[in-house]
């Protein structure tokens, strides 16, 4: 929109549709979509406002919620599930505090989708060839990206922490301050945002799949989150700084709910690739303090700090809809007083594999799920369910490499 336009408050539209849109580029005809393909309203979120970072001619962009035209929040937008979610602790004197940390790896540009991705050309002209984890050699290797993404998230208004080269050849784990949810989820929708526009200026691509590459890791999204009052007080502490029974239930409320919502923080079919054993991807949720091997890990930290990491988010989840699914089982177990199991001791690899292990299973899962549907709305979880159908049949009609490979020679 022209800049003039936007500053007179000229009303955007779009089809109601659009928020639901497959990663096809299709869209399911599933009725909860009416026939007529209503309109409905683009209201930015003017906190949101920041120059476009990338672009060369002075540009700007802004969040925007996705409202009906009668005012009323779409439903099938993850904007406005995740706000849902954060009315419900609104009612009880709540807010929740949320960091993610948030990895991808970096490739050279992708030009041939049949082929394998490749790490990028350092400075040097070296391809890194993976074993360089922390490495700040590596790291420097491809300081002309950071220096402008650094940059990029400073004009965002992006609170980034901690930089690292993770396990992965060519993979980087980037760490987001701990703040309101909302706020927190914009950031990380912009990162990633961010990161794909400003790889692409230097010749790569920033590829956020949960297992892009075989044999390497697979990239997630860990959720580090906690409550406080309206006093800002953490409610998982209390004034001797001893966990609270409320942090008990919070917990709780993870291990029961999070089981049926996992399509929503392992959206596409590669996402369940991640979840292999000893590869500090989860495959239950067992919870334990400062345990890498359990799904829900609580770090050590001073009381004030008390948290839960959620650990079973991969890169490829929308950041709104991951935080939404994850807060809104926290609330679920505070609400009803859950009770979790006892805290893991050793090996969480050691106990069975309780998470739905591929795409359908977690489609079933969240399809056969009452509570998903009080959790996040009716409406957004058949839309999602159509959606994500629609996603793995276009998926079914594609032939592998692994199927030519082996199955051409076969009699």
């Known amino acids: ?52 970072p990338w672009a060369s001619a002075p540009r700007y962009l802004a969040v925007h919620d996705c409202v009906e035209l009668n005012g009323e929040l779409c439903a099938f937008a993850p904007r406005s599930v995740l706000k849902t979610v954060l009315a419900g602790y609104a009612a009880l004197g709540l807010s929740p505090v949320v960091a993610p940390e948030i ?30 984890a922390f490495s700040m050699n590596q790291l420097n290797a491809l300081a002309p990206f950071w220096d402008d993404f650094q940059a990029a998230l400073d004009t965002l208004g992006i609170a980034a922490d901690t930089w690292i080269h993770e396990v992965g050849c060519s993979q980087y784990e980037i760490n987001l301050l701990h703040g309101d949810a909302l706020q927190v989820a914009d950031q990380a929708f912009l990162f990633k945002y961010a990161a794909k526009e400003i790889a692409l200026r230097h010749g790569m691509n920033a590829v956020f799949m949960a297992k892009p590459i075989a044999g390497e890791a ?7 989150q906690s409550v406080v ?72 930290s001073a009381p004030a700090a008390r948290r839960v990491e959620n650990r079973l988010a991969g ?29 893991l001791v050793g090996d969480g690899y050691q106990q069975a594999h309780e998470l739905p292990q591929t795409f359908m299973a977690a489609h079933q899962r969240l399809a056969g799920s009452r509570h998903a549907q009080e959790l996040l709305g009716p409406d957004f979880i058949r839309a999602y369910l159509a959606v994500k159908q629609l996603e793995h ?19």
């Open 103 to 132: 990895e991808f790896y970096l490739t050279e540009a992708c030009t041939d989708p049949t082929q394998a991705l490749r790490p990028p050309r350092g400075r040097a002209g070296q391809v890194e060839v993976g074993q360089s």
């Open 218 to 224: 697979g990239s997630s999204m860990h959720l580090h």
């Open 393 to 411: 049949d276009h998926f079914q009609a594609e032939i592998t490499a692994w199927e030519r490979r082996y199955l051409v020679g076969q009699a």
């Open 1 to 52: 929109m022209p800049a003039a336009a936007f500053a007179r408050g000229q009303e955007l539209r779009i089809a109601q549709a659009i928020p639901m849109q497959c990663v096809t580029g299709e869209y399911s005809y599933d009725p909860i979509f009416p026939d007529a393909d209503p309109d409905v309203r683009l209201v930015p979120d003017m906190t949101t406002l920041r120059r476009s």
């Open 229 to 300: 009052d309206a006093q800002g007080r953490n409610i998982f502490s209390d004034e001797a700084g001893q966990a609270t029974p409320a942090f008990a239930h919070y917990i709780g409320g993870l291990q029961a709910y999070l089981p049926d919502l996992v399509l929503l923080f392992a959206p596409f079919v590669n996402s369940y690739r991640r979840y292999v054993s000893g590869s500090q991807a989860p495959i239950n949720l067992q919870w334990g303090e400062d345990n890498r091997t359990a799904g829900l890990r609580v770090p050590l």
């Open 315 to 343: 890169a490829d989840a929308n950041p709104y809809l991951a935080i939404a699914a994850s807060l809104a089982a926290g609330l679920a177990g505070l609400r009803t007083q859950c009770s979790p199991t006892e805290p």
